[in-house]
């Protein structure tokens, strides 16, 4: 069983930063698709950034450009790098695992971030 914890979530003012990071269990992080969704009340649950095994990522369109996934597989750990944060980026942020063969997904507990002067 796979677990992801979650952290680095918090208040932050608009324009500021925050990095979260999730760590999981387990051996095969390295194969796996890491992932951060995000949802915020009243909202669908969002992608936010994803980053496969080999490295390469992908973003949700409003986070582009302000948002840098990462992963560091020795530490089996996968980043979020938040710069130029909006009080629309504020929601519970999830970290996802997604592996194959057979298909499998985890998520985490989820981190808060709060965004407002």
């Known amino acids: 069983q796979v677990q992801l914890v979650e952290s680095g979530g918090g208040l932050v003012q608009p324009g500021g930063s925050l990095r979260l990071s999730c760590v999981a269990s387990?051996?095969?992080?390295?194969?796996?698709?890491m992932g951060w969704y995000r949802q915020a009340p009243g909202k669908e649950r969002e992608l936010v950034a994803r980053?496969?095994?080999?490295?390469?990522?992908n973003y949700g369109d409003s986070v582009k450009g302000r948002f840098t996934i990462s992963r560091d597989n020795a530490k089996n750990t996968v980043y979020l790098q938040m710069n130029s944060l909006k009080p629309e980026d504020a929601a519970v942020y999830y970290c996802?695992?997604?592996?194959?063969?057979?298909?499998?997904?985890?998520w985490g507990q989820g981190t808060q971030v709060t965004v407002s002067s």
């Open positions: 387990g051996s095969r992080f390295s194969i796996a698709t």
């Open positions: 980053i496969t095994s080999s490295g390469s990522t």
């Open positions: 996802t695992m997604n592996l194959l063969f057979p298909s499998r997904q985890y």
